[in-house]
Structures are given as structure tokens and as C-alpha cells.
């Protein structure tokens, strides 16, 4: 048969003592680098891709994954940090050089994930309880009126739907007796959608949340559109306000926070001070 196609010859390539064939490689190096809602799948050479069992929140460690991938036996690729994956995406893939890999390479890899932890986590999004509390100066169903839609379907595509709504009044105390009641609700994630842009933590939003026994985590963000982001928390709750960014269904900062915070995860400032490199969204 390969005479009648014109091939004479048949190149055979067999494993050396200390290599390790790719497929194997890669399913081992693709069991260490992830955890969570995750299933790996061998695909064809020499690479093994990881899938969401369960719609979740990618988190990726993206220092170790950089060392990781200044190896020359390994290349990973993850989805993006944040990202919400529905069940059964791929957020994930290795792919090892053909053939076959050095055992003692495979081995450092596989020592600085266990010893650094996994590059990769799908954190899952179960029953997530969304609570909005909607305001302004002078009617806070006109706020709701305004933004209540594009709310519905920015939740929607995360699997979520607000449980708790009020709509007060921006007035410190309207809007304190409302983040109250929402908060003893317990829900996953408080946001506040109000028609007025702050000028800082020390305007009606940011004292209402101060009164509640909110800590303020961040202000600003290096995103675009929604710098004037104000991230607290109440104990393990978090309370986001985004002015303006409620009222676009585009992408914004709230698409960038929604995932972790409905997988309960605990954003930090930190973590969102390092969202500006592919901050510039619009």
C-alpha cells in the first residue's frame, strides 16, 4: 500500500533510555497543573487539553505558568485569569515537544508545580444568590428603571439572577437601611447601581458602606470602562459599586469581578490593581 502512494521508506522513532513518550508527558504534567471542576482528555499529539466539569471561574496563577513555560520540554495555555467558563469548555492545554520528553525535564516541571501549587483552578459557581441595590438622588426606581435590563443579562450569561433587590433614595441613610438588610440576606455578592459617579469612599456610597461594617478593599480601577470602581467587603460579602457601569451591557469591570465573586472566591486589591495590563476593554 505505501508503494502504490510512492513512499520507499518508513521512519520509525523509538524511546532512548531517560525519555518519556509525549502523551504520556503531557497527561502527567496535566494532572499537576490543575484542580477543581476539571477533567483531562488525551488529544492527539502530544497534548492533553482540560475541561470544565461544572460552569466555573478560571483562576490562573500567571507567574508559574511563565516559569513554566521558559522550559523547553512544555507549553501551556490557559484562559484567562477570572474568566467564567460554562461546563464543558476548555480552559486549558498542554503541549509537549514531538515524540518524546527528558524524564529529568518532565521531573523539574512537575517539582515546581507541586512545590508552588497548581497553575490552574476552575472554582465552581453553585447557587449563587445576587443581591442589587439600586439608587438615586432623587428616585431610586428611576435607577432601577434605567438599569434593572442590562442587569438582567449581564447576569444571565453567568447563570445568575438577582434574588434581593430595594431601590432607595442616594441619601447616606436610605441607602445604609437598605445595604443592611440586603447584607442580612447573606447573598453571594451585593451590587450597587446608582445613576451618580463618586468622587471617593468619603461619598454617600462609600459611608453607607462604612456604617454597614463594610471595609473598603478598592478604589479605581485601571479598567476601562469602570475606573470609579468602589470594592468592600462585609465580612465575606462582597459590595460593588460601578457607577456607570451598570447601564452598558458592553463589556466592563463588573464582567472582569463577576466570576470570582459568584465562585465566592475573595478578589483583593491587589488582584484588582493587576487588571490594567488588557485593562483597556472599550
Not at 495555555?77 to 477570572?82: R, W
Not at 518532565?106 to 445576587?130: D, N
Not at 438588610?181 to 451585593?190: D, G, Q, S, Y
Request: charged content about 20%.
Amino acid at each position: 500500500m505505501l508503494e502504490t502512494e510512492g513512499m520507499n521508506e518508513v521512519w520509525v522513532t523509538g524511546l532512548e533510555d531517560g525519555e518519556v513518550g509525549e502523551d504520556d508527558a503531557v497527561m502527567q504534567v496535566a494532572s499537576e497543573i490543575g484542580c477543581g471542576t476539571l477533567e483531562i482528555r488525551l488529544a492527539a499529539g502530544g497534548r492533553a487539553n482540560l475541561f470544565t466539569t461544572e460552569p466555573s471561574c478560571v483562576l490562573v496563577d500567571d507567574e508559574l505558568l511563565k516559569q513554566i513555560n521558559c522550559t523547553a520540554s512544555m507549553a501551556i495555555a490557559t484562559a484567562t485569569n477570572f474568566s467564567y467558563a460554562r461546563t464543558g469548555n476548555r480552559v486549558a492545554t498542554v503541549k509537549s515537544a514531538p515524540f518524546a520528553v527528558a524524564k529529568a525535564e518532565l521531573e523539574a516541571v512537575i517539582s515546581i508545580v507541586q512545590e508552588r501549587g497548581p497553575i490552574l483552578q476552575a472554582r465552581p459557581i453553585r447557587t449563587p444568590t445576587v443581591a442589587v441595590l439600586y439608587t438615586d438622588p432623587a428616585n431610586g426606581e428611576r435607577a432601577r428603571r434605567l438599569f434593572e435590563n442590562v442587569m438582567r443579562q449581564r447576569l444571565d450569561r453567568l447563570g445568575a439572577a438577582a434574588s434581593f433587590v430595594l431601590s432607595p433614595v442616594e441619601e447616606e441613610g436610605a441607602v445604609l437601611s437598605a445595604l443592611q438588610h440586603l447584607l442580612r440576606a447573606k447573598p453571594t455578592v451585593v451590587l450597587i447601581a446608582s445613576t451618580t459617579a463618586p468622587a471617593g469612599p468619603e461619598d454617600v456610597i462609600g459611608r453607607a458602606m462604612v456604617r454597614a461594617g463594610c471595609q473598603v478593599e478598592r478604589f479605581l480601577a485601571p479598567v476601562e470602562p469602570g475606573n470609579l470602581l468602589l470594592l468592600s467587603y462585609k465580612d465575606d460579602i462582597p459590595v460593588v459599586s460601578a457607577p456607570g457601569c451598570s447601564r452598558s451591557a458592553k463589556p466592563n469591570i463588573l464582567d472582569e469581578l463577576l466570576p470570582p465573586m459568584l465562585a465566592r472566591y475573595r478578589v483583593s486589591g491587589w488582584e484588582v490593581a493587576c487588571l490594567g495590563h488588557g485593562g483597556l476593554l472599550a
